[in-house]
């Protein structure tokens, strides 16, 4: 009922414009009512706000004195006995090595601005996110408003609540360090919550029976217990306070290396841009391992434990002060001499010149392969996109005609093998392609996603996938809306595909899985706005190059989701296909691949959510859609459409993270 009436419409919309447009004057004026409740918050709370902001400029200034004008050989030390504490001396090593070519790329000083903004931030993030956390174990009532918030600053662009802490506490790099905080607290969050509620309960009754007070079962039971857990959240809280810096120097850009960044790919620097992105990778090496080896050290199986507190503390103050000594002593240790730096930048730069010059036909050739056979159909559908221009022909009569043929026969020969559910997503397929996301009627699209969510969850889950559809048109966001979907739509077809049968091969050959998870550790460990830098020198701004951008962000979850479901396959059940007679063909599409599709549900929605997530850093490429639009609304200071835009991009996110999660789980 739902195609047949889609049907009509399509044959309507010459005719009825609003079949595909939402008309504008159903639109509420919410935006403006979020505006004008945004003006009296920050009367109310600008004061305070700017309070805080003084407070904190003085917590970041401090710790950037410290690590700016200590001598490099103090600061080297630091980091390599702290690494050394937590992991051994490789760790230590590697921490030595990857400092020192930092000294010698000549990035010194704005790697340490940055690390001044995460060592002041990430401590603000863990024990908010610590409390926040706690208040969700011991509370039922707390955790049910907790969690739903969680999923909403996880999904929601952090640009769109840039707007809102501007307004309040100010410009500057203290507001980069507030919502670095306030993007960093949801892990610790859930990761404090999950800790505590691992804890055994015979541990509680235990500690109870033993007559421990509310604070000694908190200081000596629960917090020891959960600590593992904990350490995992600090983990994943300090990388998410470093993927903040680009963002961060976006709004309150001073010399750190986000900045560094910025600036050299505004002015198309490619050499410049990599190596300081090269920092930023390094910095992320840097803090993932050593945070990692702390919360590693708390498990049974932990190889090295470290001095205890008080011997490296004495440890710790006695190297430092040698070091300081040293430097000022030795003034080779003190500052880093000029004449060991080393950039090859400009060497970088005339390379990529070279190889446009050489190669640029080949890529301008890709390119517009991609764009006109791929990204446009997509977008604009087979009779809109397929023109001389493009395809090098008309879209006739006589072509439509044969387009849609090809596709009744194709549903019926799966309507008559019993395989309806194929039949129907042909038909839907074929609908789409022909007039593209863009083009569909947008009652078609709120009766499908409705009844998709029904069949999947019930009258629950199809209630809030309509009410989220609905939002997007009562607020007058939905050409944007559907541009995003596009995009998305394409990279994670893509990394479906490509990411699926690198899966594939690395669940089949263990090396093929040795030499693709370094990938995988460097493309999840390089911030967003790195993965732009190579896409936009060598193919300009444009669609093209943000789907380069989502694919190299978003197809490591396909990858990993992959392997792990083929290689967790049950080995009775592959010998039990293998004694049936199976082949290795069919061991696979009819064991292996139904046995691991719940997995690969979760990684087609991990791979989802972060090309949504990255939508809006492609806006920085000459992208339209809501990531555009939240952009543009942080440059004008309009908090309403920033948090329109940015809660229209998380309600997408999760309708779509809702209905692959109750499909994995009914899988």
Same mark, same amino acid.
């Given at each position: 009922?739902?195609?047949?009436?889609?049907?009509?419409?399509?044959?309507?919309?010459?005719?009825?414009?609003? /079949?595909?447009? $939402?008309?504008?004057?159903?639109?509420?004026?919410?935006?403006?009512?979020?505006?004008?409740?945004?003006?009296?918050?920050?009367?109310?709370?600008?004061?305070?706000?700017?309070?805080?902001?003084?407070?904190?400029?003085?917590?970041?200034?401090?710790?950037?004195?410290? *690590?700016?004008?200590?001598?490099?050989?103090?600061?080297?030390?630091?980091?390599?006995?702290?690494?050394?504490?937590?992991?051994?001396?490789? *760790?230590?090593?590697?921490?030595?090595?990857?400092?020192?070519?930092? *000294?010698?790329?000549?990035?010194?000083?704005?790697?340490?601005?940055?690390?001044?903004?995460?060592?002041?931030?990430?401590?603000?993030?863990?024990?908010?996110?610590?409390?926040?956390?706690?208040?969700?174990?011991?509370?039922?009532?707390?955790?049910?408003?907790?969690?739903?918030?969680?999923?909403?600053?996880?999904?929601?662009?952090?640009?769109? $609540?840039?707007?809102?802490?501007?307004?309040?506490?100010?410009?500057?790099?203290?507001?980069?360090?507030?919502?670095?905080?306030?993007?960093?607290?949801?892990?610790?969050?859930?990761?404090?919550?999950?800790?505590?509620?691992?804890?055994?309960?015979?541990?509680?009754?235990?500690?109870?029976?033993?007559?421990?007070?509310?604070?000694?079962?908190?200081?000596?039971?629960?917090?020891?217990?959960?600590?593992?857990?904990?350490?995992?959240?600090?983990?994943?809280?300090?990388?998410?306070?470093?993927?903040?810096?680009?963002? #961060?120097?976006?709004?309150?850009?001073?010399?750190?290396?986000?900045?560094?960044?910025?600036?050299?790919?505004?002015?198309?620097?490619?050499?410049?841009?990599?190596?300081?992105?090269?920092?930023?990778?390094?910095?992320?090496?840097?803090?993932?391992?050593?945070?990692?080896?702390?919360?590693?050290?708390?498990?049974?199986?932990?190889?090295?434990?470290?001095?205890?507190?008080?011997?490296?503390?004495? *440890?710790?103050?006695?190297?430092?002060?040698? #070091?300081?000594?040293?430097?000022?002593?030795?003034?080779?240790?003190?500052?880093?001499?000029?004449?060991?730096?080393?950039?090859? #930048?400009?060497?970088?730069?005339?390379?990529?010149?070279?190889?446009?010059?050489? $190669?640029?036909?080949?890529?301008?050739?890709?390119?517009? =392969?991609?764009?006109?056979?791929?990204?446009?159909?997509?977008?604009?559908?087979?009779?809109?996109?397929?023109?001389?221009?493009?395809?090098?022909?008309?879209?006739?009569?006589?072509?439509?005609?044969?387009?849609?043929?090809?596709?009744?026969?194709?549903?019926?020969?799966?309507?008559?093998?019993?395989?309806?559910?194929?039949?129907?997503?042909?038909?839907?397929?074929?609908?789409?392609?022909?007039?593209?996301?863009?083009?569909?009627?947008?009652?078609?699209?709120?009766?499908?996603?409705?009844?998709?969510?029904?069949?999947?969850?019930?009258?629950?889950?199809?209630?809030?996938?309509?009410?989220?559809?609905?939002?997007?048109?009562?607020?007058?966001?939905?050409?944007?809306?559907?541009?995003?979907?596009?995009?998305?739509?394409?990279?994670?077809?893509?990394?479906?595909?490509?990411?699926?049968?690198?899966?594939?091969?690395?669940?089949?050959?263990?090396?093929?899985?040795?030499?693709?998870?370094?990938?995988?550790?460097?493309?999840?460990?390089?911030?967003?706005?790195?993965?732009?830098?190579?896409?936009?020198?060598?193919?300009?701004?444009?669609?093209?190059?943000?789907?380069?951008?989502?694919?190299?962000?978003?197809?490591?979850?396909?990858?990993?989701?992959?392997?792990?479901?083929?290689?967790?396959?049950?080995?009775?059940?592959?010998?039990?296909?293998?004694?049936?007679?199976?082949?290795?063909?069919?061991?696979?599409?009819?064991?292996?691949?139904?046995?691991?599709?719940?997995?690969?549900?979760?990684?087609?929605?991990?791979?989802?959510?972060?090309?949504?997530?990255?939508?809006? /850093?492609?806006?920085?490429?000459?992208?339209?859609?809501?990531?555009?639009?939240?952009?543009?609304?942080?440059?004008?200071?309009? =908090?309403?459409?920033?948090?329109?835009?940015?809660?229209?991009?998380?309600?997408? =996110?999760?309708?779509?993270?809702?209905?692959?999660?109750?499909?994995?789980?009914?899988?």
């Amino acid at each position: 009922m739902v195609l047949a009436f889609s049907a009509v419409l399509l044959t309507q919309r010459a005719a009825f414009e609003q /079949i595909v447009a $939402y008309p504008g004057s159903w639109t509420l004026p919410l935006a403006d009512l979020l505006n004008t409740a945004m003006d009296r918050v920050v009367t109310l709370f600008q004061s305070q706000g700017r309070a805080i902001s003084g407070a904190l400029t003085l917590a970041f200034g401090g710790v950037q004195s410290v *690590l700016i004008h200590a001598p490099w050989i103090a600061s080297v030390s630091l980091f390599a006995l702290i690494a050394w504490q937590g992991g051994g001396w490789r *760790l230590a090593l590697l921490t030595v090595a990857l400092l020192l070519y930092v *000294l010698a790329s000549g990035y010194w000083a704005p790697a340490m601005n940055t690390l001044s903004l995460v060592l002041v931030a990430l401590p603000l993030a863990v024990l908010i996110g610590f409390g926040i956390g706690y208040l969700g174990f011991r509370s039922r009532r707390a955790n049910a408003v907790i969690m739903p918030m969680l999923d909403l600053m996880q999904t929601v662009p952090a640009f769109a $609540y840039l707007i809102p802490i501007l307004l309040i506490f100010g410009f500057g790099p203290v507001v980069g360090l507030i919502a670095s905080v306030v993007f960093a607290i949801p892990p610790m969050v859930r990761n404090t919550t999950l800790g505590m509620q691992a804890i055994p309960s015979a541990v509680m009754e235990s500690a109870q029976m033993s007559g421990c007070s509310r604070r000694q079962q908190f200081a000596w039971v629960e917090l020891p217990a959960a600590m593992p857990q904990m350490l995992v959240g600090v983990n994943q809280t300090t990388m998410a306070v470093l993927s903040m810096v680009i963002i #961060a120097a976006i709004i309150g850009g001073f010399e750190d290396i986000g900045w560094e960044v910025l600036s050299a790919m505004r002015k198309a620097q490619f050499g410049q841009s990599l190596l300081s992105g090269a920092v930023i990778v390094i910095l992320a090496i840097l803090l993932d391992r050593i945070s990692a080896a702390y919360a590693a050290r708390q498990l049974p199986t932990a190889s090295f434990g470290g001095l205890p507190l008080r011997r490296f503390l004495v *440890l710790l103050v006695a190297v430092m002060a040698a #070091a300081l000594v040293a430097g000022q002593l030795v003034p080779l240790l003190d500052t880093w001499p000029q004449r060991l730096t080393y950039s090859p #930048a400009q060497a970088i730069n005339r390379a990529t010149t070279d190889f446009v010059v050489a $190669y640029g036909g080949l890529m301008a050739a890709l390119k517009n =392969a991609v764009q006109f056979y791929v990204q446009l159909p997509v977008k604009l559908g087979f009779e809109r996109a397929v023109a001389p221009f493009t395809w090098g022909i008309t879209f006739t009569p006589t072509l439509k005609i044969a387009y849609w043929s090809a596709v009744l026969l194709g549903a019926a020969v799966a309507f008559g093998l019993a395989r309806w559910k194929t039949g129907v997503a042909v038909l839907v397929l074929g609908g789409i392609l022909f007039v593209g996301v863009t083009g569909v009627p947008w009652i078609s699209v709120l009766l499908m996603v409705g009844l998709l969510a029904y069949q999947v969850g019930g009258r629950g889950l199809a209630l809030f996938a309509g009410l989220s559809t609905g939002y997007l048109l009562v607020n007058g966001i939905w050409a944007p809306a559907m541009i995003s979907v596009y995009l998305c739509a394409t990279a994670v077809f893509l990394c479906m595909v490509g990411g699926g049968l690198i899966g594939i091969a690395a669940a089949a050959s263990d090396t093929v899985s040795r030499i693709i998870r370094p990938v995988n550790d460097l493309l999840q460990t390089l911030p967003q706005f790195v993965l732009l830098i190579p896409a936009l020198m060598l193919f300009q701004v444009g669609d093209f190059t943000a789907l380069l951008a989502i694919i190299a962000y978003a197809i490591v979850p396909m990858i990993r989701y992959t392997e792990h479901g083929l290689r967790s396959v049950p080995d009775t059940l592959i010998d039990a296909g293998r004694s049936c007679g199976c082949s290795p063909w069919q061991l696979f599409w009819q064991v292996r691949l139904p046995q691991a599709m719940p997995q690969i549900l979760v990684g087609i929605n991990q791979t989802i959510l972060y090309g949504l997530g990255l939508l809006v /850093i492609a806006a920085l490429v000459g992208t339209t859609g809501l990531g555009q639009a939240i952009y543009v609304a942080l440059g004008e200071a309009d =908090a309403g459409k920033g948090l329109i835009a940015g809660l229209g991009m998380a309600l997408i =996110a999760m309708t779509a993270d809702r209905i692959l999660q109750t499909l994995a789980k009914s899988t």
